[in-house]
């Protein structure tokens, strides 16, 4: 059996393979996070075996079928509190079956695919999945955001995909002196003794940026299309309302969904979280940059 460990947003992974055709090529993304040499006594927040041997035909409850980016999930809630999750591709083809413990502390996934970049995109996805919902209770969150760096702080544009935040976050590179891009999709976030960092990880979506780095968060801000430029600091009640939908959460499991909120919450009351209306130019860009530059709590 191959060993991988990975260490993403401060929280350790262990991978194990039971068969020789699956290892880490599977998974090219996650190199720049590989830990040689864990902490003495260190343990995984997760650990997932890939074992393309293992199946399930016991009962199971349908929660429902979730898309996301085109890709499909099945949810089967099982007896004792665990959870089977069917992975497809764009094509609706099923790639993986994803077994987890009611916390995702232990979970197995079986590729099903034949080819390698259905594999990968399997194990990839099933990495997220444990990852997002095994950390829900370490005040960690899985967003789904583009996050640029400047003056060693974090910020992360918020917003469907489609609308433009990646857009938003090129146009701070492009026109602000010295920023650099952290994550362009799938960024890890973490109250660390009451301080919000944000982190690189192995999901950036199309964009290749797998950088295992991290900072301070700065702000959030939510993109929407408008035809002026304009930005307004959200209130409490609003900033929940919109980082909910952006936190990789599952509704339906109370413990991991509470945990979720709660998290949430502690991050607004760590950082300012604002909604900017605007066009796709370097102004919009400025405002945004100039205002929460200005307006850090």
Not at 59 to 81: A, I, K, T
Not at 264 to 270: D, E, F, G, H, K
Request: net charge negative.
């Amino acid at each position: 059996m191959i060993n991988d460990l990975y260490r993403v947003g401060g929280h350790l992974i262990d991978i194990r393979y039971t068969d020789e055709w699956n290892d880490e090529s599977l998974i090219p993304s996650f190199r720049p996070f590989v830990v040689e040499h864990p902490e003495e006594d260190e343990q995984p927040a997760f650990l997932l075996t890939v074992d393309d041997s293992f199946s399930y035909d016991g009962p199971r409850d349908e929660v429902g079928q979730f898309d996301g980016s085109g890709n499909n999930y099945g949810v089967y809630q099982l007896p004792d509190g665990g959870y089977l999750i069917e992975i497809s591709n764009p094509r609706r083809e099923l790639c993986g079956i994803l077994h987890a413990d009611g916390k995702f502390n232990h979970c197995t996934v079986a590729l099903l695919a034949e080819g390698k970049n259905d594999r990968g995109f399997a194990l990839n996805n099933s990495l997220m999945m444990a990852y997002a919902f095994s950390t829900a209770d370490k005040q960690t969150l899985l967003l789904h955001a583009s996050v640029i760096r400047k003056d060693g702080k974090g910020y992360l544009m918020t917003a469907p995909s489609g609308t433009g935040k990646s857009t938003h976050t090129y146009l701070w590179y492009k026109n602000i002196p010295d920023c650099d891009l952290m994550n362009d999709d799938n960024p890890v976030v973490r109250i660390v003794d009451g301080v919000a960092i944000i982190y690189g990880t192995p999901w950036s979506g199309k964009t290749p940026c797998y950088r295992n780095i991290e900072a301070p968060v700065g702000a959030i801000v939510r993109i929407q299309q408008r035809p002026k430029n304009e930005i307004r600091r959200l209130k409490p009640v609003e900033a929940l309302t919109h980082l909910l939908p952006a936190a990789s959460s599952m509704k339906w499991d109370r413990h991991i969904y509470l945990n979720i909120c709660d998290t949430i919450s502690a991050l607004i009351a760590c950082v300012g979280v604002y909604e900017l209306g605007c066009l796709p130019n370097a102004e919009a860009a400025w405002l945004c940059y100039e205002t929460v530059k200005s307006e850090r709590n």
